[in-house]
């Protein structure tokens, strides 16, 4: 991995001048051994969803699979995509955390059963690279890398929720069909995308965790669908991490955003997270915090060595970010309104989970 180079301010970014040639799937729909070309079928919503429905310009959408007949939905098809990590926060409002895991676990359960009855060739679910977990030592995640024990897991939240998934994808995997994969992309940047990570840029302050330095790597959602593609067109199986070739420092991200950071204490940042989340104000467990101040870089080997390229960078990727972030200002990944924002501004506490803190005297 190597270090890009960052335009400077919030604005948008673009696909590199010249790239229109790159491995990426193609884009033709026939197969590289001349068969019909794949009948596709995207189970999920969101902008990931999105995406990967672009990449395959006559595939049919289905929001889920209803509980009765699954395999109605799947009828004829060739390959199914299940997107369990939509890449949109609001999806994940309403429903405890409990209950959208079980319904989470059923849909993959039902789309698994429902691909095996009718007959797909092969199943690609798009999780994320969280379920392996940040930490200040954090290696750089590899395709075959174990995930942590079941004991080490987060119990609520969205890697609670993928981890789950992956435990079911992991049982149908032992079977000869369908083919499955599972691809573990980065931080997600993209039209709609609205993750904790996302978020985190909304903050006035970008949080840090003394005593660690967090690199940054994302992936655009045009490449995790191009990597989806790509992995059914080449017969990749198993686990495929997914994200842009190179990783941001600190340094460059700040000076890209033109944002100050304010450093914090490990046990000052999770202890107030927990503590906030207890109580209803943090959307999100405290342990999802480590995946904004801790690394968790991926390496793309299999993708990569087999032909796959991403188009975009993680400089264009933070560019794309910053743009899609504009105007909007989250504390600890509770967005608030502008009336809330001026105040924790003059208040100079709006800094992460101290300022969200704040939000919380004034409710």
Sequence with gaps: MVSGQVRSGRTAGGRRAGRDDVTDGGTEHAGADGRAPDRVVVVGTGPVATAVRAAWEDARAVDELPEQ????????????????HTGDLALQAGPSPRDRQAAAVAQAQHVLAAARAVGVRHVVVVGSAVVHGAAPDRPVVHDRDPLPRSTDAPRDGLVAELVAVEAVVARAARRRTPLVTVLRPAALVGPGVDTFV???????????????????????????????????????????????????????????????????????????????????????PASELAFVVYPWTVASDRLLAAGWTPRWSSPECLDVLLEGVQGRVAVAGRRVGSRDAAALGAAGAAVALIGTAAVWRQA
């Design 198 to 284: 996302t978020r985190h840029f909304e903050a006035p302050r970008l949080l840090t965790v003394r005593g660690a330095v967090r690199q940054w790597q994302f992936v655009h959602v045009d490449d995790v669908a191009s990597a989806a593609r790509f992995a059914v067109e080449h017969g990749l199986t198993g686990a495929l991490t997914v994200g842009a070739i190179d990783v941001l420092s600190p340094s460059q991200v700040e000076a890209a955003a033109g944002m100050r950071r304010v450093e914090l204490a490990p046990t000052t940042a999770f202890g107030t997270a927990e503590r906030l989340h207890r109580v209803g104000v943090l959307p999100a």
């Design 69 to 84: 007949e699954p395999q109605s939905a799947l009828v004829g098809a060739d390959v199914v995509v299940l997107v369990a």
